[in-house]
T-cell receptor, first 108, second 113 residues
Framework: KNEVEQSPQNLTAQEGEFITINCSYS?????LHWLQQHPGGGIVSLFM???GKKKHGRLIATINIQEKHSSLHITASHPRDSAVYIC??????????FGAGTILRVKS | GAGVSQSPSNKVTEKGKDVELRCDPI?????LYWYRQSLGQGLEFLIY????????KSGLPSDRFSAERTGGSVSTLTIQRTQQEDSAVYLC???????????FGSGTRLTVV
């Protein structure tokens, strides 16, 4: 079993829909990251969370430390949101452990 | 610089050759990480540098892989006697102490033929 599990693996949405991507992890962590990777492009760090909730524009990330679960929400989705979204946890140490990613496609 | 710079962006090499990949982090970032993303697989940690401390090399897959960081800035990842399974995108990231999140470079796509 992977230490970081993401769901769904693939997600197709219609423009304007509310999107949720989930991440569960099985180890103790000091922080959780949500990353975005566009096709052929680099990786952008969206959020780093250690508790609660963060919001940036149409993106919201939440984490429940007790349940070892985080969600990334996208409101009013747009085709430019199409990308791979990766959950990564920082264990008590210095390295990130990555989920397999969720491939999101938003259709207009 | 304004971002994390990696070079080359693409590298094709023959099996058995040595390669060097370079990462130039954001000025002032004390932490530097190397990760790789193999085709169809997720990202995996390779090595971590923090200031003048000994690097965390726990992710290096074999003794053919080594990395150094000179003067606390530029880092070089060296792969000796490359194998086809080394083909991947090698990503560098840096962060300042206490920073909220990483800045990733655009990666070096290594193809071993």
């Amino acid at each position: 079993k992977n230490e970081v599990e993401q769901s769904p693996q693939n997600l197709t949405a219609q423009e304007g829909e509310f999107i949720t991507i989930n991440c569960s992890y099985s180890v103790g962590i000091s922080a959780l990251h949500w990353l975005q990777q566009h096709p052929g492009g680099g990786i952008v760090s969206l959020f780093m969370l250690s508790s609660g909730k963060k919001k940036h524009g149409r993106l919201i990330a939440t984490i429940n430390i007790q349940e070892k679960h985080s969600s990334l929400h996208i409101t009013a989705s747009h085709p430019r949101d199409s990308a791979v979204y990766i959950c990564a946890v920082m264990e008590y140490g210095n390295k990130l452990v990555f989920g397999a990613g969720t491939i999101l496609r938003v259709k207009s | 610089g304004a971002g994390v710079s990696q070079s080359p962006s693409n590298k094709v090499t023959e099996k058995g050759k040595d390669v060097e990949l370079r990462c130039d982090p954001i000025s002032g970032h004390t932490a530097l990480y190397w990760y790789r993303q193999s085709l169809g697989q997720g990202l995996e940690f390779l090595i971590y540098f923090q200031g003048n401390s000994a690097p965390d090399k726990s992710g290096l897959p074999s003794d053919r892989f080594s990395a150094e960081r000179t003067g606390g800035s530029v880092s070089t990842l060296t792969i000796q006697r490359t194998q086809q399974e080394d083909s991947a995108v090698y990503l560098c990231a840096s962060t300042a102490t206490g920073a909220q999140g990483y800045t990733f470079g655009s990666g070096t796509r290594l193809t071993v033929v």
